[in-house]
Nanobody, 126 residues
Framework: VQLQASGGGLVQAGGSLRVSCAAS????????MGWFRQAPGKEREFVAS????????YYHDSVKGRFTISRDNAKSTVYLQMNSLKPEDTAVYYC????????????????????WGQGTQVTVSS
């Protein structure tokens, strides 16, 4: 499956942004999806994930209550709605996909995902 992220940009602190990730070349509904981010000089970190049917969602503690992950299987797209953005949210945001089941407790691990998009830059100014 190929993943194409879009929707990044520059936003002021407290603002909102929605990033999208369109999948192609696979049966989207068979993939668990995730969003990760990587700031300069830091390791890639988990942001959010969503199960194949959209029934279970997981978030990093730092984004709970501010970010919402969702998916539209008919459009083969996963979204990350980001509200109340903070300067520390500045990073390149990557979407990821895993074909088949995610091991419980490992939905936030980089190694759990087989496919990655190219990333989209999100910059939050103070």
């Amino acid at each position: 499956v190929q993943l194409q992220a879009s929707g990044g940009g520059l936003v002021q602190a407290g603002g909102s942004l929605r990033v999208s990730c369109a999948a192609s070349g696979g049966s989207f509904s068979m993939y668990n999806m995730g969003w990760f981010r990587q700031a300069p000089g830091k390791e890639r970190e988990f942001v959010a994930s969503i199960r194949r049917n959209g029934g279970s969602r997981y978030y990093h503690d730092s984004v709970k209550g501010r970010f919402t992950i969702s998916r539209d299987n008919a459009k083969s797209t996963v979204y990350l709605q980001m509200n109340s953005l903070k300067p520390e949210d500045t990073a390149v945001y990557y979407c990821s996909a895993r074909f088949g089941d995610l091991i419980a407790g490992l939905q936030g691990a980089v190694q759990s995902y087989n496919y990655w998009g190219q990333g989209t830059q999100v910059t939050v100014s103070s």
